[in-house]
């Protein structure tokens, strides 16, 4: 089996965007948002099993908010938002991109201009986090790595939302959700702190932020990160695109469905991204929940005509 890994030219000409990166302050605020809960991944586990430090209410509080912030992201920030894989009305459309900003992310307008602008040059020049950025050799890959996993955060200056999701910007309601992100992210952190005091005091207070507050941040992000950086390396690659994504199954669990990449470049506007048999996409579950009691409308699910039609063709 062979993989279609071509990709589109450049427009003949370019928008004018920053070429700059954030400045130093910013840069500076940011390495902090991204080593102090990634420290606190790499201390869990000993701090776990050495000496016991965790408990139950802790680990639900991480994966229950690991799994809202995610499902915001790959549901609302995602499908609904930067794909329009389907219709929801108002107060949906609101509730998703609150829980997409749980997961710590940014603000939704921004979040879907980057992505948008991903999808327009994937693993071309402009594309804002290519692992390929920097050629095919072993050495290149691992400079590439790092770039699309987080270095690029420090680099780009961002994509322009009234170009690429002016939709989002005409929305005030998102706009208005967007401009307290900074709240809702802090009242990630302190409702796992509060429930953490009530039960065990400033200790479980503590427990609590590092737990469901630090480490669950940097689950999350790093599996985000992962799609962009993993998923255009390894994987397969059952499904013609135009760039090198690819799907790896065994991070399903965490991934929520994302992790088929390949099916998601191939038909970026489709709810579901598993769609082979055994695949699993708790999004894609999500959404068809949903949309049977009325509250997602006009679904765009694939149809096994479309699945076959993009497949590769033996050669």
């Given at each position: 089996m062979t993989t279609n890994t071509a990709t589109r030219p450049e427009p003949a000409s370019s928008p004018t965007e920053p070429a700059e990166g954030p400045n130093w302050c910013a840069r500076a605020i940011l390495a902090i948002f991204v080593a102090v809960p990634l420290a606190a991944l790499l201390g869990a586990l000993p701090l776990a099993v050495l000496i016991g430090w965790v408990s139950t209410v802790d680990i639900i509080m991480m994966v229950a908010l690991y799994y809202i912030g995610v499902?915001?992201?790959?549901?609302?920030?995602?499908?609904?938002?930067?794909?329009?894989?389907?219709?929801?009305?108002p107060f949906m459309r609101s509730f998703l991109a609150v829980a997409g900003s749980v997961a710590v992310e940014g603000r939704v307008v921004d979040w879907v201009a980057d992505h948008r602008k991903h999808h327009q040059f994937s693993d071309q020049a402009r594309d804002?986090?290519?692992?390929?950025?920097?050629?095919?050799?072993?050495?290149?890959?691992?400079?590439g790595f790092l770039h699309a996993h987080v270095g690029w955060l420090f680099t780009y200056s961002g994509s322009d939302a009234a170009k690429y999701a002016p939709d989002l910007v005409e929305d005030r309601a998102l706009v208005r959700i967007s401009r307290l992100w900074p709240l809702i992210a802090v009242v990630t952190f302190a409702i796992p702190v509060i429930i953490g005091f009530a039960i065990d005091g400033w200790w479980g207070a503590l427990r609590a932020f590092f737990w469901a507050g630090l480490v669950r941040v940097a689950l999350v992000h790093h599996m985000t990160w992962s799609i962009n950086s993993i998923t255009h390396i390894f994987g397969k690659r059952p499904f013609t695109s135009r760039d090198k994504s690819a799907n790896i199954g065994w991070i399903a669990v965490v991934g929520c469905g994302e992790n088929y990449h390949n099916y998601h470049h191939a038909d970026p506007s489709s709810a579901r991204h598993g769609v082979l048999r055994g695949q699993l996409d708790s999004s894609a579950r999500i959404i068809r929940m949903m949309e049977s009691v009325g509250l997602v409308t006009d679904v765009k699910w694939p149809s096994a005509a479309r699945i076959e039609k993009l497949r590769v063709k033996s050669s």
């Amino acid at each position: 089996m062979t993989t279609n890994t071509a990709t589109r030219p450049e427009p003949a000409s370019s928008p004018t965007e920053p070429a700059e990166g954030p400045n130093w302050c910013a840069r500076a605020i940011l390495a902090i948002f991204v080593a102090v809960p990634l420290a606190a991944l790499l201390g869990a586990l000993p701090l776990a099993v050495l000496i016991g430090w965790v408990s139950t209410v802790d680990i639900i509080m991480m994966v229950a908010l690991y799994y809202i912030g995610v499902h915001g992201v790959t549901i609302g920030y995602h499908r609904l938002f930067t794909h329009n894989a389907f219709r929801a009305g108002p107060f949906m459309r609101s509730f998703l991109a609150v829980a997409g900003s749980v997961a710590v992310e940014g603000r939704v307008v921004d979040w879907v201009a980057d992505h948008r602008k991903h999808h327009q040059f994937s693993d071309q020049a402009r594309d804002p986090h290519s692992p390929w950025a920097y050629g095919t050799g072993a050495r290149h890959l691992i400079r590439g790595f790092l770039h699309a996993h987080v270095g690029w955060l420090f680099t780009y200056s961002g994509s322009d939302a009234a170009k690429y999701a002016p939709d989002l910007v005409e929305d005030r309601a998102l706009v208005r959700i967007s401009r307290l992100w900074p709240l809702i992210a802090v009242v990630t952190f302190a409702i796992p702190v509060i429930i953490g005091f009530a039960i065990d005091g400033w200790w479980g207070a503590l427990r609590a932020f590092f737990w469901a507050g630090l480490v669950r941040v940097a689950l999350v992000h790093h599996m985000t990160w992962s799609i962009n950086s993993i998923t255009h390396i390894f994987g397969k690659r059952p499904f013609t695109s135009r760039d090198k994504s690819a799907n790896i199954g065994w991070i399903a669990v965490v991934g929520c469905g994302e992790n088929y990449h390949n099916y998601h470049h191939a038909d970026p506007s489709s709810a579901r991204h598993g769609v082979l048999r055994g695949q699993l996409d708790s999004s894609a579950r999500i959404i068809r929940m949903m949309e049977s009691v009325g509250l997602v409308t006009d679904v765009k699910w694939p149809s096994a005509a479309r699945i076959e039609k993009l497949r590769v063709k033996s050669s």
